[in-house]
């Protein structure tokens, strides 16, 4: 197949988040199961200058409109290290060379002018896909970003592109939390007329809603989990579109991520001070973590049990459950290492826990991709107790990393982690711990539970054997998505 992924993010051109994971990682493991991938992004200057990537401009640059405006856009192609994966890049200065990908790094806030960014971005997806004959059987673009890209193909791309008029549309949704949505004013920034500002299509509560744009034209839905795909379709998940979730529910695919073993696998990574698998996790694993605790200047202790956290720091990850269940934590004989940034309550909340416990907490404000390694190879648990996980990546980081992740079971948690039960350690498929209810008790429990386990290493073990030998390749979700992609094909057939 001739496959086009749009993304507002990719690795390892540029990442925020989950988001550029998946669509860096679903490209190449497409690509080698021997499918034709173009990937189109943003060009972040700044981001490429400082990775030292090599790219090519194409072509003669355009114009494209944005309201009454018109935008220059020159696009340039680059390749994706180690794969066949064509990367086209849309370089658009005026929005792109910025600091951040969202949000000014120093303010936090989000650019003022984000609508304009990525409908311009879209726009220009689109007409990249036309100039340079991409004649894609699939189009498959991700979150609220990209959502425009699913009308403008329909209602315009179709008509303007005949080799584009039997394409399939795929929209995958990594977030029901970001929507994309903007004051009804912007509607004319879209190319599109008023007749499409209509609760049926892209309004939601008089806003221009980018995220509901993707979902209402696409010709399959996908996110993330499979329990995800069934939560958002419920108020508690749906962020206000769970009724347009509902009406397409039979559209609606849960493809569970994989993990990209070239980024990340304990054989094989480059940032660990020493490697190690299955059979010799118990040297390896030991290396790494004495590494961690004097890079951290944390007491040498092969024995304490290290529990870890690398996450942005907002409410959706349960900041409250551990800031809830912290004291009870810290009674014991543990560490603990915080990796992140976000949201200022609970970087202070972290920066506190440390400054009160100096010998058993660290934290790490900031982003660190080496560090978030070491920390992953180098600590015993890793603490995950999200509100609410879309997919989740980290927790599968940790059980390929023989660190039995502690989570709530909602999303791709509850799909991942097999919860350490009598019968779950008796048949060795226990890979981590797992509690339902959003409570810091319920967290608690499992987390004392855990350490009991940890005590007994024979056992323990068992549990991070059990989390390395799960095959978390992209292989498994790739051909999920391949087989979404023939089921939309299909349709557009007939
Ligand atoms: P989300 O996409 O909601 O942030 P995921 O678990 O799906 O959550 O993916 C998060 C990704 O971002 C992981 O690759 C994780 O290691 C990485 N990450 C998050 N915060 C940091 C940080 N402060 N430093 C390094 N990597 C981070």
Sequence with gaps: MRIVQISSEAVP????????????????ALAEQGHEVTLILPLYSRFLAKNGFEIQPVGDGFEIPL???????QLKRAQMPGSSVNVVFVDCPEFFDRGGLYQDPVTKADYADNAERFMTFCRAALEAVARLQLKPDVIHAHDWQTGLVMVLLEAQFRDWVPNLRRTAAIFTLHNMAFQGAYPAEMMPLTGLGWEYFTWTRMECWNRVNLLKTGIIFADQLSTVSPTYSREIQSPEF???????????????????????????????????PARYDFDSIGTGKATCKRTLQEQLNLPVRGEVPLLSMVSRMTWQKGFDLIGACAGRLLERDVQLVFLGNGQPEYEDLCRHLASAYPDKVRTIIGYDEALSHRIEAGSDMFLMPSK???????????????????????????????????ETLHAGTATGFVFHEHHPDRLWEQLDWALRLFADQLTW??????????????????REYIALYEKALSRRAT
């Design 13 to 28: 051109f540029a990442k925020t988040g989950g988001l550029a994971d998946v669509a860096g990682a679903l490209s190449k």
């Design 388 to 422: 609410f996980e879309p997919c989740g990546l980290n927790q599968m980081y940790s059980m390929a990393y023989g660190t039995p992740p502690i989570v709530r079971a909602t999303g791709g948690l509850a799909d991942s982690v097999v919860s350490a039960t009598q």
């Design 238 to 272: 749906g962020h206000g579109l769970d009724g347009v979730l509902q009406d397409r529910s039979a559209d609606l695919t849960g493809i569970l991520n994989g993990i990209d073993p070239h980024e990340w696998s304990p054989t094989n990574d480059p940032h660990l």
């Design 67 to 73: 309201g009454n405006h018109r935008v220059w856009i």
């Design 461 to 478: 073990r068992g549990i991070q054997r059990a989390g390395m030998s799960r095959d978390w390749s992209w292989n498994r979700s790739a």
